[in-house]
């Protein structure tokens, strides 16, 4: 027998191991005949130091539902997973590590000494998130893991490097990059987070040279870049400067001449409409510089130190320390001509945490422009679609404004740079050092000593590569051929560009196809009030602790059911522990058809059934599973999690197994097996309806029940998935959904009218037809029981004095007289009504407050609206209410 209460943390990791072992993770041998359908993700790879957030949950839970989908479908399916080597970031991890030890330093020890460190902390530390999403459910096919700088994928990266660099898709270049001047690397976009500052806006006068007295006015948020000025730009229709421009003007402090150019970048309306330009030091001044021909000059060292190209009195000093002593330079000279507060958004690194400097330096860089030509295409032409579809505009946007990728990374943990440098900084790009050293020698006609690029490649590079280097490219692999493109990628929007895009142009290039046919983008988990998750908050929800409370299926459960398109999750525990009671739910009424005898498998035949509630509920589950199928494969998961609650709870286990009691406390041993097989089929076929959301106690439900009947011959994660048979009969569904909505209008109308439970009513069918009378009396016993009622009679009008509920043709009457003090509940709902209609008045008052509006936080001012339109209402049920009553007086 199955156990009184339903305990995850008793079947989870016995059931993940069972399938394990059973090999159900397992894709099909690529090289075999099978199905002719393959289903493939590729999961995006977790970073190597990370843990599993609800990020994650909701990734892989929502993967991992399509992949024991499609699995059950009976296509062949392979979820490829993999980590991260994630650069910065485990670099990062170790160098701590060696510190708290009290170990040298990276650069103490040497690179090679370094790297065996990091691959050393690597196998002892870096499975941690693999562990972590087994407990979760992935049904991953873990024999086929990968690392992105295990042999085969380090294989395609260098392969990939040296062909676009021989294609002139790869090359060396001076621009700006995000420099990290405590990490002393470059660093991507994503891994900048900007941070609004309250800050200054400083206004200095530079005098026009050969105008004595007369000087152009410009505004900056960082003055200390002012000492690598090379121009004032203006906007060529701003009249108030276009006689100026061509001129010069000397720069104060560092004395130096520099020109007055017209440019379409100053905007005439913000500050003075002249603007100075920084090209070593700013994105936007570096495109001015290049469009005007103006000088470059580096003010900064790697550390963000004021170099040798500043005045000598400024040489050596840390950058802000710099700012103050130009400001007061500036007003001493009697150049600053006005100084503002100014709140300005700071560009910080997310891992160093000190502000990024935009810094000129020597990168590698891919030609991003030419191949995402073929990449935007196939989106536009629908090879790859995105789900929401309003996120190809995003990505459109992206694409079509795209810039050179720096792929460089000054770090030691990555992919060395396969180019290697002669004596006179010749450059030998090859897969091998050997091949460098012959084209060295080729090159020289000697043999000579090269030194290898010390740089390492951004995450990014190798990530590009993933669905078709972990199928095993540049190898032609039967897994390539059966897998590749892959189905669905699921990911955030925040890598659209970073990663998707990126995966796209490489598939491209190096495959000729997409490399996936669909991108889900999901949402972000937000806390229950909307906000973002962080730490300093205190607002993060660990997805660990909540599988620990209330195990991994109601965690999978609430991520798919909030999983609605194009809206945030607003995580709440409190649907996490609904969920739970879902799940229990379901495991009491599998008890209740094991005390009956209802285990399956159910063998029936839909048209030799004689019970209308047995023909009912296989119409519903038939409509259940068209529906829910329907949802899945257009991505609507919280539709299908809707879908399967409510067949699961309210309509098999509220109504279906309420009205079957009295079958099997009845004597009619035909219908008693009859509905123990209907109700053993619907079991099993809901449970694998149930599994993708909520595997590990639909297995143990399957496995359980499996023992108390005939034997499964498959476990359930391998079962073929619900089919629609054709079962619908409409004469049960009328008689059955006639009954429910019968019974569940009397409930409500005695909740309303404040009945006591205990009290059984009388009810009178007036104006009933003859079928109508006849389902009234077929369903007598179940009537009085579920409705509490005391007596059913017929007639031709409304008895006087009865509460009157509409019943299709008929009117159903139920005599209140005695029962409720019909004043006394007139008074107690008025009451009520007042206290609602107040609460509205303060609300409707609130949301009307333009001042309210622009100040509260916007999940304050949703709560307020949710608030409203519950006690909207509320209010509607008591005027109804009390409408009821006039009537019976």
Request: aromatic share 10%.
């Amino acid at each position: 027998m199955l156990d009184k209460t339903y305990q995850p943390k008793d079947i989870e990791e016995r059931i993940y191991d069972a399938w394990e072992e059973a090999g159900a993770f397992k894709a099909g041998d690529p090289s075999s005949t099978g199905s002719d359908e393959n289903f493939c993700i590729v999961i995006p790879p977790p970073n190597v130091t990370g843990s599993l957030h609800m990020g994650h949950a909701l990734n892989n839970s929502l993967q991992d539902l399509l992949i024991r989908f499609e699995r059950m479908r009976g296509k062949n399916v392979l979820w490829q997973p993999g980590v991260d080597h994630a650069g910065i970031a485990t670099q990062m991890v170790v160098e701590r590590q060696l510190a708290e030890q009290g170990l040298p330093g990276r650069r103490e020890m040497g690179r090679e000494a370094f790297l065996e460190k990091v691959w050393a902390w690597k196998e002892e530390s870096g499975g941690t998130i693999v562990n972590q999403l087994r407990r979760l459910g992935a049904s991953c096919d873990w024999s086929r893991e990968r690392f992105t700088m295990d042999e085969g994928l380090s294989k395609a990266v260098l392969k990939v490097f040296v062909s676009l660099y021989k294609e002139g898709l790869i090359y060396k270049d001076k621009r700006l990059v995000n420099w990290d001047p405590k990490l002393l690397t470059a660093i991507s976009d994503l891994e900048v987070e900007p941070v609004e500052t309250n800050g200054h806006m400083w206004h200095f006068k530079y005098p026009i040279e050969g105008e004595e007295g007369q000087f152009i006015t410009v505004v900056t948020t960082r003055p200390e870049t002012m000492l690598g000025d090379t121009g004032v730009a203006v906007h060529p229709d701003d009249e108030r400067y276009m006689a100026l421009v061509g001129r010069m003007v000397r720069l104060p402090i560092s004395d130096r001449l520099i020109p007055i150019v017209a440019d379409e970048y100053p905007d005439p309306e913000q500050g003075s409409g002249a603007v100075k330009m920084t090209p070593a030091h700013d994105f936007n001044d570096f495109e001015v510089g290049r469009r005007q021909n103006l000088e470059m000059i580096n003010i900064f060292d790697e550390t963000a130190h004021l170099n040798e190209n500043v005045p000598e009195a400024y040489q050596g000093m840390e950058r802000f320390e710099a700012r103050k002593k130009i400001v007061a330079e500036m007003d001493a000279l009697g150049l600053l001509e006005k100084v503002e507060d100014h709140q300005l958004t700071v560009p910080y690194g997310d891992r160093s945490g000190v502000v990024i400097e935009p810094w000129l330096t020597d990168q590698w860089y891919v030609n991003a422009e030419t191949l995402a030509g073929p990449a935007i295409e196939a989106v536009k032409s629908g090879q790859t679609k995105f789900v929401p579809g309003n996120w190809d505009k995003t990505y459109f946007e992206w694409m079509n404004n795209i810039q050179p990728w720096c792929i460089s990374r000054q770090l030691w943990w990555g992919h060395q740079i396969p180019a290697w440098y002669g004596e006179d900084g010749a450059v030998f790009v090859a897969e091998s050092e050997a091949e460098a050293l012959a084209d060295a020698e080729a090159h020289y006609g000697r043999a000579v000593t090269l030194t290898r690029d010390e740089d390492v490649l951004d995450t990014w590079f190798s990530s590009a590569l993933w669905p078709f280097s972990t199928l095993g490219w540049p190898e032609n692999t039967a897994e390539l051929q059966r897998y590749y493109p892959t189905a669905t990628l699921s990911t955030a929007f925040d890598i659209i560009f970073f990663w998707v895009a990126r995966m796209m142009m490489m598939g491209l290039h190096f495959m000729k196809e997409v490399p996936f046919d669909t991108v889900y983008i999901h949402a972000l988990v937000r806390d229950e009030h909307g906000k973002k998750m962080s730490k300093s908050k205190g607002n993060v929800v660990d997805p660990l602790e909540l599988i620990d409370e209330y195990g991994a299926d109601a965690l999978r459960f609430t991520m798919a059911a909030m999983a609605a398109q194009g809206r945030d999750v607003n995580m709440n525990v409190s649907r996490v522990a609904g969920y739970r009671n879902f799940a229990t739910k379901l495991w009491n009424a599998a008890r209740f058809a094991e005390m009956n005898g209802c285990v399956g498998p159910g063998e029936i035949s839909p048209g030799d059934l004689k019970s209308s509630l047995n023909r009912w509920i296989l119409s519903e589950l038939e409509g259940t599973i068209t529906s829910v199928t329907a949802s899945i494969e257009a991505y609507r998961f919280n539709e299908a999690a809707s879908g399967v609650y409510h067949f699961i709870w309210h309509t098999y286990c509220d109504w279906y197994v309420e009205l079957s009691k009295p079958v099997f406390s009845g004597a009619d041993k035909a219908l008693i097996t009859e509905t123990r097989a209907v109700t053993a089929h619907v079991l099993d076929e809901m449970i694998k309806l149930l599994h993708p959301f909520m595997p590990f106690m639909t297995e143990e439900l399957w496995q359980r029940l499996g023992e108390q009947g005939r034997k499964r011959e498959t476990m359930l994660i391998t079962a073929p998935w619900p089919k629609v048979s054709g079962v619908e009969d409409a004469s049960a569904a009328a008689e059955i959904n006639w009954l429910i909505a019968l019974i569940s209008d009397i409930r409500s109308a005695r909740s309303e009218m404040n009945v006591p439970a205990g009290a059984k009513l009388a009810l009178v069918m007036a104006h009933a037809n003859d079928e109508t009378i006849a389902r009234a009396e077929k369903f007598d016993g179940t009537l009085k029981q579920m409705a509490r009622l005391s007596d059913i009679s017929f007639d031709a009008s409304v008895p006087k004095g009865s509460l009157q509920i509409v019943c299709g043709e008929a009117v159903a009457c139920l005599k209140l007289e005695g029962v409720i003090d019909v004043g006394a509940e007139t008074e107690r709902l008025n009451k009520e009504l007042g206290k609602v209609s107040g609460e509205i008045k303060k609300l409707s008052g609130k949301l009307s407050n333009e001042q309210f509006l622009s100040k509260a936080p916007a999940n304050v001012v949703e709560e307020q609206k949710r608030r409203l339109a519950e006690e909207g209402e509320q209010k509607e049920q008591l005027e109804a209410a009390l409408k009821r009553l006039a009537e019976l007086s």
